[in-house]
């Protein structure tokens, strides 16, 4: 059941996305042109759990969809660094908080792999220190801890839009 690949073709390509035709062959000999969208890393989360203040989390806009939800701290991760230190460093930066201690990992998973090749590394912290304003101040309207029983509330009435936030959430939520 394995499609092959007999190559692919750029239609458009930026530092932040690339957009290609790839001519694939299904195995009952059929074969026709597929969008494939590649990203040039993959990105991670660090969702931080701290059993004194709740889970740390951003309420942000998305223009794309024009809406307003709850996110994890997250981005990609930049040539060369390790998963651990993106994720780190994404937190620092869109929230002013600094993770402490070793990363848990959470899971590793492509959202959209039959049409993007991107994976998404999640992380657990268990403690944060507040180190000032995020650098990235444009990520998030305000930044706030939330109990679980006030997650899980936000979770079932639709406030957690991203599939990367709100798996980093059930997959930390798990017993």
Not at 32 to 43: D, K, M, N, S, T
Not at 90 to 102: K, T
């Amino acid at each position: 059941m394995r499609w092959t690949v007999h190559g692919e073709r750029e239609l458009y390509s930026s530092p932040w996305v690339s957009l290609a035709l790839a001519d694939v062959e299904l195995p009952d000999g059929r074969r026709f042109e597929h969008h494939v969208v590649r990203l040039p890393g993959p990105a991670a989360s660090c969702l931080v759990d701290d059993p004194s203040r709740g889970i740390l989390l951003l309420w942000r806009h998305r223009f794309i969809t024009d809406t307003w939800g709850w996110e994890v701290p997250a981005g990609r991760i930049d040539e060369g660094e390790a998963a651990t230190e993106g994720a780190a460093r994404e937190c620092l930066e869109e929230s002013g908080w600094r993770p402490l201690g070793e990363l848990e990992p959470l899971g590793v998973w492509h959202p959209t792999n039959g049409l993007c090749d991107q994976a998404f590394h999640a992380f657990r912290a268990r403690s944060a220190e507040h180190v000032g304003e995020p650098v990235d101040r444009h990520e998030a309207e305000r930044v706030e801890w939330l109990p679980w029983p006030r997650v899980r509330e936000e979770i079932a009435a639709g406030r957690v839009l991203d599939g990367f936030s709100l798996t980093s959430l059930l997959l930390a939520d798990r017993p």
